[in-house]
């Protein structure tokens, strides 16, 4: 799971260097005592924090305290929260403003919605 | 080695956010195919890409491609670039500027020198 976690990460770093981006994985992110993003991007005009996540499965949640760490970091930072989903092989982008939030707080992504709701990565970034 | 640095970077990343800032380390920062710091910190208006060395000796340097890396880093996140060294236990930094370069083309701090030519931390972050 980790593995995976990192290797996805490491692809979205990449993504963002081939666009004239600036972009780093950031350390411990799952463990660190102070919110924290899982990657940090910009090109000195826009700056995202990016919580990202890859899987298999047609659905993914983000916990409500990752969601509120994200919030909060990128409020003091001054970036742009985002949230990134590989599903199986394709990336989606999403705007916090754009996700329904479950009963606990939780940010859940349908695949088969995830066309409509989300942004590609050319979006994202011009 | 290893943890000697990364527990210096955790204590610079601590620092910040003592102060207002939102801070990390970055993962693989020795490592990444990537230009990048070791520890990025911003408050929104000031941010700073950091590269941070402890040392227990009186002299610390600071390889060419390290360097180079920190600028171009920095010119495209928009950071400002500045090395941090705990040399023992008080941190010092500083501005490119005001080092000297070797021979090699590395940036050599003596310790002896440090008060001198750096900047305290309050002044970095005021």
């Given at each position: 799971?980790?593995?995976?976690?990192?290797?996805?990460?490491?692809?979205?770093?990449?993504?963002?260097?081939?666009?004239?981006?600036a972009a780093i994985r950031v350390a411990g992110s799952g463990?660190?005592?102070?919110?924290?993003?899982?990657?940090?991007?910009?090109?000195?005009?826009?700056?995202?924090?990016?919580?990202?996540?890859?899987?298999?499965?047609?659905?993914?949640?983000?916990?409500?305290?990752?969601?509120?760490?994200?919030?909060?970091f990128s409020q003091t930072f001054n970036s742009e929260p985002?949230?990134?989903?590989?599903?199986?092989?394709?990336?989606?982008?999403?705007?916090?403003?754009?996700?329904?939030?479950?009963?606990?707080?939780?940010?859940?992504?349908k695949k088969k919605d995830a066309e409509e709701i989300s942004?590609?990565?050319?979006?994202?970034?011009?």
């Amino acid at each position: 799971m980790k593995a995976k976690g990192s290797n996805a990460e490491r692809q979205l770093v990449e993504m963002f260097w081939e666009k004239g981006y600036a972009a780093i994985r950031v350390a411990g992110s799952g463990s660190s005592r102070f919110p924290c993003p899982d990657v940090l991007a910009s090109n000195g005009q826009k700056t995202f924090a990016v919580e990202a996540k890859a899987t298999k499965t047609n659905y993914q949640y983000f916990r409500k305290d990752q969601i509120e760490q994200l919030i909060n970091f990128s409020q003091t930072f001054n970036s742009e929260p985002i949230l990134a989903v590989k599903f199986s092989t394709k990336w989606y982008f999403f705007y916090l403003t754009n996700l329904s939030i479950t009963k606990n707080g939780e940010y859940a992504i349908k695949k088969k919605d995830a066309e409509e709701i989300s942004i590609s990565f050319e979006e994202l970034i011009s």
